[in-house]
């Protein structure tokens, strides 16, 4: 098998699962907190790489041209075709990448973060979803049956190492937040009886969450100007200043990065 060939594989397979209960809640989850992201970032185009369920998780997002990445190329769901780690777009051609567990289910998520940077306009965003390894769905992921199904195949990244990854394309993580806190049950009556395992999650194990939302910026030098210093010169019969030349030079001033909680 190709490594397209698996890839493809895997966008079946993780888009099957999303359409159980499980899979339905978690995405639900998901799309209602970018709805509160998405409008706040500001930029023409837009792009999903990669379609993994119903709901469209961009419905919110402002771009007015919003593009979806899909490796299957299903008529009425994708614009373009491809993977991740091969973008089909111009350098500095996007404003906003959505990675709706992109990086947990790929096969290079160095390079996919590296075409993102790419891609990605000065100023520009990317929002990442990612299962967080240290949590009631990671701890389920270590007994699951091997060979291990979806979605416990995925390689669920600590945020830590994500963050540090994209630091070093500098890429500044802004904020982020952290979703749902109850046990991987497919009942789907009981898991809304644990909805106040989020309220209480949030308040005493936020980094315990099932999943982590993160929002980065690509940064850009910013420049301070510095007014050159004055040059004089003496006139004659008096002693006077006048400017002879003007100009600036620029210093770069890095903002620096607010972690998450």
């Known amino acids: 098998m190709t490594d397209s060939d698996s890839y493809i594989t895997r966008q079946r397979q993780l888009r099957a699962w999303f359409d159980l209960p499980l899979g339905r809640s978690l995405q639900a989850l998901e799309a209602h907190y970018l709805r509160t992201i998405l409008p706040n970032l500001y930029g023409t185009v837009a792009a999903q790489l990669g379609y993994i369920g119903h709901l469209d998780l961009m419905d919110s997002c402002i771009a007015p041209t919003r593009i979806m990445l899909d ?4 008529k009425n769901v994708c614009v373009v075709r491809g993977r991740p780690e091969i973008l089909p777009f111009d350098s500095k051609s996007a404003d906003v990448l959505l990675l709706p567990h992109t ?4 096969d ?9 940077s ?20 990671g701890l389920r992921r270590l007994f699951a049956r091997r060979p291990l199904a979806m979605p416990w195949c995925g390689k669920f990244f600590r945020l830590s190492r ?6 070093l394309l500098e890429l ?19 898991m809304q009886r644990l909805h106040f395992l989020d309220k209480m999650g949030d ?14 910026k690509k940064r850009v030098i910013g420049v301070t100007p510095l007014p050159l210093r004055w040059k004089t010169k003496r006139l004659a019969g008096a002693v006077a200043t006048q400017p002879a ?7 770069f001033q890095p903002r620096r990065p607010k972690h998450l909680g």
Not at 108 to 116: G, I, K
Not at 245 to 251: C, S
Request: hydrophobic share 45%; glycine share 8%.
């Open 118 to 137: 790419r891609v990605l306009r000065p100023e520009g965003h990317v929002v990442i979803l990612g299962f967080n390894p240290m949590s009631l769905w």
């Open 245 to 251: 030349a003007r100009g600036m030079v620029v210093r």
């Open 71 to 74: 490796g299957l190329g299903e």
């Open 108 to 116: 290079d998520p160095h390079q996919v973060l590296r075409e993102v």
């Open 162 to 167: 994500v963050k540090d990854w994209l630091n």
């Open 103 to 106: 990086l947990d289910f790929c």
């Open 203 to 216: 308040r005493w194990w936020p980094m315990m969450a099932t999943v982590y939302l993160i929002v980065a």
């Open 172 to 190: 500044e993580t802004t904020h982020g937040m952290m979703l749902h806190y109850r046990p991987p049950l497919q009942n789907a009556g009981f």
